[in-house]
């Protein structure tokens, strides 16, 4: 999964240098909708108008938002960055059929932040077939700093 382009929303940028945000100890969910039109300088909070809370796929055919596990921020001295990193996402036998869509988009939020602040997005471009669905992030990490 995660074959196409993502991006950072702007205001988690703004929260994350104000301090409001902590990657490792919040709880980060990640979520697949269909038909969403990112806008990282618009698209704020998960349950917004407008926002990709309102395209989330209902919870059956074994889906519902995932919890990011391993969760880790490390420094790289070598290579002057630092990076945020979590377990690649997998939905076990994921049949969204039911809905008669696929997801166009992975979006990753922070569940613990007071407006479930949008975090990230990844277009999609495989549909779901009753098998495993893994969103497999980059060897370097979720995002880096550099």
Not at 15 to 33: I, Y
Not at 63 to 76: I, Q
Request: glycine content about 8%; proline content about 2%.
């Amino acid at each position: 999964m995660a074959e196409g382009d993502g991006a950072i929303y702007n205001k988690f940028k703004e929260q994350v240098l104000l301090g409001e945000v902590d990657l490792v100890d919040d709880t980060l969910k990640v979520a697949l909708v269909a038909a969403y039109t990112p806008d990282i300088d618009t698209h704020t909070a998960w349950a917004t108008t407008a926002a990709p809370g309102s395209l989330e796929f209902a919870t059956d055919g074994n889906y519902s938002a995932a919890t990011l596990g391993s969760a880790s921020a490390t420094v790289d001295t070598d290579n002057d960055r630092a990076a945020f990193d979590g377990a690649d996402v997998t939905w076990s036998s994921l049949n969204l059929g039911s809905s008669s869509a696929s997801p166009s988009h992975a979006v990753m939020y922070d569940d613990t932040h007071a407006s479930d602040l949008l975090v990230c997005y990844w277009e999609v471009t495989t549909a779901s077939n009753g098998g495993n669905y893994t969103l497999q992030f980059n060897a370097t990490g979720i995002m880096t700093l550099t």
